[in-house]
């Protein structure tokens, strides 16, 4: 009978989050006002979904923003245990649904948005002797141009909140003071430089409205990502939980003292 009944309570929620998937739709779900709030894209894996667990854990209100619900399992069955979790279906490259999200939680303050969605591209293609235009597009539209979007996009929902933050994952790869590295992932390097120099134009547009803009970065992170791109380093590196507990201490911190310069997730400034 338990496994029966939580057959049907995990089917009934899939078919609520799959709904989602048609073009314009969204659960828009009444969220409890007395409680922050924060959107975090990329959440099914990862850092993201690390993001997912703790703030539902800390009581907050999570919008989980993912490219493919059906297959967030993790996220799903957490959302079994939270109803202050709501899974939202979110291609970050896709303007028309970032807008139509925005526009569905317009009367909704987001106190804190996560821009932590990120990819680090086919590392082939963008080796040394073998660039491709392609792929640097892809890389560039997911780490770039849909954290600006995502920022403009909800821009109004963050300056309605109390605690108005922007924050977006960097990475310390994409520091102009840091050397380059022969054989790195160029592309993804590439991408995260221009995506802080993206957040100082946000940070920028937004002068006068009280919105703090961050850019924090995770450090090594036992994720996909890393045992593609530097797989060595997977056994030394923290756990996404233990990133984003560091995270998540950094943006309680931020004020506005804040002059919008990189942190790691340990608070330290990082040169760039």
Do not use: C
Request: glycine share 8%; aromatic share 6%.
């Amino acid at each position: 009978m338990w496994r029966s009944q939580r057959f049907l309570g995990r089917a009934v929620l899939l078919m609520m989050v799959l709904a989602t998937l048609l073009p314009g739709v969204t659960l828009a779900a009444s969220l409890d006002a007395s409680r922050p709030t924060v959107l975090v894209t990329g959440a099914n894996r990862g850092i993201g979904l690390a993001f997912a667990q703790h703030y539902t854990s800390e009581g907050w209100n999570v919008l989980a923003a993912v490219r493919a619900p059906e297959r967030a399992t993790e996220l799903l069955g957490l959302a079994e245990t939270y109803e202050h979790l709501i899974i939202e279906q979110l291609d970050v490259t896709d303007n028309e649904r970032i807008l139509a999200l925005a526009e569905a939680y317009s009367n909704t303050p987001i106190d804190v948005l996560i821009n932590n969605a990120g990819v680090y591209g086919d590392i082939e293609k963008q080796a040394w002797g073998s660039l491709d235009a392609a792929t640097f597009q892809q890389v560039l539209a997911v780490n770039v141009l849909a954290p600006m979007k995502m920022a403009e996009a909800f821009a109004n929902h963050v300056a309605a909140s109390d605690q108005k933050k922007i924050v977006s994952i960097t990475s310390g790869a994409g520091m102009i003071s840091r050397d380059g590295r022969p054989g790195g992932g160029m592309f993804y390097t590439v991408s995260k430089a221009s995506l802080n120099m993206a957040m100082r134009q946000v940070r920028a547009e937004l002068e006068g409205r009280d919105v703090i803009v961050a850019l924090i970065a995770p450090g090594l992170v036992a994720t996909d990502m890393l045992a593609v791109a530097r797989p060595t380093l997977v056994a030394n590196a923290n756990t996404p939980a233990q990133s984003v507990a560091g995270i998540a201490a950094v943006i309680e911190s931020l004020d506005e003292s804040y002059d919008g310069t990189p942190r790691n997730h340990d608070g330290s400034v990082i040169p760039w």
